[in-house]
């Protein structure tokens, strides 16, 4: 049977037809439950097909990608991305995830993989926050667009976030090659709404890590904050434009370092900061 999955990453649709149910399968890793407040201005039609030992992946009758047993995210959800990110223009990327405070407050948390932006936000989901994404940003000066993806776990960060471990049993997941997997969930999972829209935000906070020590937060000058987010971004652009982007953000927003023992603890330095 002939199967058509849908996915719409900002203003790109995506459908993906398959006559596979391994391949759908392991879409599901992909499928998104956001209501995403933009408008739909291109729409992409992709055909995953069995050659033998492998699968290929057509656009308009060409071949886009090859790939082997288990391999469907990884061959097309870079070229989603591509296509999404260049329908906006290609504005620059930030490694941050955004949300929103129940006072209202909107906020990005950026920093290197590893600080403990995703452990932070999956508890925000638990205390009443409304998480956007968790891992990349499109800015374009003090306009700043979640960029929709599920949030993902690995299986031995598990451990970190028992709420989600609960769940782990009815999530989609891939094998990441190195003995364990790695789980995608929504807000939606854990009884949260899942809105994504453009907009400013009213503080940004780069995250290091301290994990088992102290929690501590800083007021920081634009200029450290500029500095520390030029390390975490990309641009196509100019690096003349690329650099006036973050700085018209942080030019609009409080800026602090958020040095990361716990969650609980980092999450009380964020609430504190935003009063």
Request: proline share 5%; with cysteine.
């Amino acid at each position: 049977m002939r199967l058509t999955l849908s996915l719409q990453l900002l203003n790109c649709v995506f459908e993906i037809r398959t006559d596979s149910d391994a391949i759908a399968e392991d879409l599901r890793y992909l499928l998104l439950d956001a209501e995403q407040k933009v408008p739909v201005t291109r729409r992409i039609s992709y055909d995953v097909v069995r050659i033998g030992d492998a699968y290929r992946v057509l656009e308009n009758g060409h071949v886009v990608a090859e790939f082997g047993e288990g391999g469907i995210v990884d061959a097309l959800y870079p070229l989603m991305c591509v296509a999404a990110i260049r329908e906006r223009g290609e504005p620059a990327q930030i490694h941050a995830g955004c949300a929103r405070a129940p006072g209202g407050s909107r906020f990005l948390v950026a920093g290197a993989g590893g600080a403990g932006k995703t452990t932070l936000f999956s508890y925000m989901l638990t205390q009443g926050y409304s998480v956007e994404s968790d891992d990349i940003c499109l800015l374009d000066g003090t306009v700043v667009t979640p960029f929709p993806r599920r949030f993902h776990v690995k299986g031995p960060g598990l451990a970190l976030l028992p709420e989600i471990a609960a769940l782990a049993p009815r999530l989609p997941s891939i094998d990441s090659g190195r003995g364990f997997r790695i789980y995608s969930y929504s807000p939606r999972d854990v009884g949260r709404n899942w809105v994504i829209a453009p907009g400013p935000v009213d503080a940004v906070f780069f995250m290091v890590p301290n994990h088992g020590g102290r929690t501590a937060i800083d007021a920081v000058s634009r200029v450290e904050m500029v500095s520390r987010l030029m390390q975490q971004g990309r641009s196509r652009n100019t690096v003349g434009k690329w650099i006036e982007d973050v700085c018209r953000l942080v030019d609009t927003s409080k800026c602090f370092v958020l040095t990361n023992g716990d969650r609980e603890s980092a999450l009380g330095a964020i609430q504190q900061a935003l009063e």
